[in-house]
């Protein structure tokens, strides 16, 4: 930094300065002289002497601003301290290509957080993807310990804990989707109050899609039901509990497990009483 440049920020550091100490009339703060082993006689260099003034009145400015009180004004973001921002917009833009503002909590107790969003009434927090062709995501959240990615916690009445709203009416994807590539199931639902684990709903009567869908490419079933006390399934509906669809063969299949029932294409319904059997079907209509 050449002699001129360092003659304006020394102007701007004595502005700044002098702004600091009418708010703070109560301190009083000697800028220091700034020290040399400079031999007697022998005169420092001007760009050392404005260096050292430089470094002496910004650590008396950052002094003066750390014992300054958090007004409702704007200005510089004071670290370690309230700010309050009143009426005013603060806004924090930037063209990388990863993130804008980052945030980091190094402290090893349990449950410590990050960022911290809170409101008396709207939203909290609000995040936007704006161009409609971005594949980016409004949040990305990745925990790589043994917490949540996103934990989301609600005490009152009223209100979901979670909610998604998807208001394409020609999209093909969930409001909420999990995909899991082990063991856990990609969407967990479970309840100790008198709520049901997982519900599934469609209030539009014109609707004929179910309201709850398995599918699997696998060899197991679509949907499972076990009850531990009670009965595996219950179903009602006003023309009928239960249908089952028929196959495309014109017969029973040559071996099934026990309880299998089963319609052909002609409409017969068999059931399988002995499993693994050719004979162990029995024709019931």
Request: aromatic share 6%; net charge neutral.
């Amino acid at each position: 930094m050449d002699a001129t440049a360092l003659e304006a920020r020394l102007a701007r550091l004595e502005q700044e300065m002098a702004e600091l100490r009418r708010e703070n009339q109560t301190l009083r703060a000697a800028v220091p002289e700034p020290k040399h082993d400079a031999t007697e006689g022998e005169a420092l260099p001007r760009r050392d002497l404005l260096k050292g003034a430089a470094y002496a009145l910004g650590a008396v400015s950052l002094s003066l601003m750390g014992t300054r009180p958090a007004e409702a004004a704007t200005g510089t973001m004071l670290y370690g301290a309230y700010n309050d921002a009143g009426n005013s917009f603060t806004a924090l833009a930037t063209e990388h290509p990863h993130s804008t503002l980052d945030v980091f909590n190094n402290s090893l107790a349990d449950h410590c957080v990050a960022l911290r969003a809170v409101t008396e009434t709207g939203s909290a927090f609000f995040a936007l993807v704006e161009a409609s062709s971005s594949i980016g995501h409004g949040v990305s959240a990745r925990a790589n310990g043994s917490g949540h990615a996103v934990l989301a916690v609600k005490n009152s009445e009223i209100g979901n804990c979670v909610a998604a709203h998807h208001f394409s009416a020609t999209s093909i994807y969930a409001a909420i989707a999990g995909v899991t590539s082990g063991a856990g199931a990609g969407v967990h639902g479970s309840s100790s109050g008198s709520g049901n684990g997982v519900r599934g709903e469609l209030f539009d009567a014109a609707q004929t899609q179910s309201a709850i869908l398995g599918t699997t490419e696998g060899t197991g079933p679509a949907i499972e039901g076990n009850s531990i006390l009670g009965r595996g399934g219950v179903f009602r509906g006003k023309k009928a509990q239960v249908r089952l669809v028929a196959s495309m063969a014109t017969t029973k299949p040559s071996k099934g497990l026990r309880g299998d029932l089963f319609v052909d294409s002609t409409g017969r319904l068999w059931y399988c009483k002995t499993g693994n059997s050719i004979t162990g079907w029995k024709q019931l209509a």
